[in-house]
């Protein structure tokens, strides 16, 4: 079995880039060949993932339970083809795993679990659970005096859940200046606009009123993500919340910002076109 290990963290976003397109072309293949997946959300959250997991956190592979690694926790759970892809890549489990994707028995279940696979901190899928559970992920940081982190990714949709506020409210409550909640702003969720749906907007102003320090970024920018992800937390003693601008099926030109592409599935002749789209190299 092949599995692709990096010592070294990435510091050059070019590199960062080249990894996350990469990336994207086996998450696109994996999604066609299960006939299952989140094509544009999963092309929304990729760099800020791969900027993550390549460029920041203080995880290793060889001992995903060190008590003292970051702690990632894909909140948009819906999105595991893209994470299971950067799991995998980064060396969590063998690549080859990514064929059983969604397939019955497989740990490659469609929203991740943390009892099958290693790398995962919290099993996620219903919307509106990351968050809180990252809050007390993050205070037992706080009471074991460790300098590890907490990340939570969420989408923007899924802010309409009332757990996050709660969750807001309290962290900043605790101080938690451990934690740092990165929001997959691309403005769609299940079949509209989040601002049709249940308007979000002045959402850097809401996590300002409870207490957060608010970063706005472009979600597809590696060095403006990688830059500002080494310099969390912001402020002493605040939470960070970054408010990351993405697009919905980001890199693929049929995909990106489009309503219908939640959890649509590419036609092999889709993907021939996404794939070249995604910088694959033609034979
Ligand atoms: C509690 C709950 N309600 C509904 C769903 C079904 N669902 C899955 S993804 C999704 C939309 C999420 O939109 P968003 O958070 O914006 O994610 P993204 O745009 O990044 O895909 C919904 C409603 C769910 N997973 N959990
Ligand atoms: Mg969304």
């Not at 890549?89 to 696979?117: C, I, W």
């Not at 934690?179 to 997959?184: A, G, S």
């Amino acid at each position: 079995m092949f599995i692709y290990l990096e010592d070294t963290l990435i510091t050059d976003p070019k590199l960062l880039y080249e990894k996350s397109y990469e990336i994207r072309r086996h998450n696109m293949k994996t999604i066609v060949k299960a006939k299952l997946g989140h094509t544009g959300g999963d092309l929304s959250v990729t760099d800020i993932l791969t900027t993550l997991y390549f460029g920041v956190l203080n995880v290793d592979p060889s001992n995903p339970t060190d008590p003292e690694r970051d702690r990632l926790i894909l909140s948009k759970g819906h999105c595991s083809g893209a994470f299971y892809t950067i799991l995998a890549y980064r060396g969590f489990f063998p690549v080859e795993m990514l064929d059983t994707y969604e397939q019955a028995l497989s740990p490659l279940n469609g929203h991740p679990s943390n009892t099958k696979l290693p790398g995962i901190e919290a099993s996620t899928g219903p919307l509106g659970h990351g968050l809180p559970f990252g809050v007390g992920t993050a205070i037992a940081a706080k009471m074991d005096k460790s300098p590890r982190r907490v990340f939570v990714i969420t989408g923007d949709g899924e802010l309409q859940e009332g757990s996050n506020w709660e969750a807001a409210m309290s962290a900043a409550h605790h101080k938690l200046d451990n934690l740092t909640v990165i929001i997959d702003r691309n403005g769609l969720q299940q079949g509209d606009y989040t601002e049709a749906t249940n308007r979000l907007e002045p959402l850097a102003d809401k996590w300002r009123a409870f207490g957060w320090e608010v970063v706005e970024v472009d979600g597809h920018d590696h060095a403006a993500l990688l830059d500002l992800f080494q310099r969390v937390p912001l402020q002493k003693g605040k939470p960070t919340c970054v408010l990351a601008h993405t697009h919905k099926g980001q890199g693929v030109s049929f995909v990106k910002d489009q309503v219908g592409w939640h959890h649509r599935v590419m036609t092999q002749e889709e993907l021939a076109q996404a794939l070249v789209e995604l910088g694959e190299v033609q034979a």
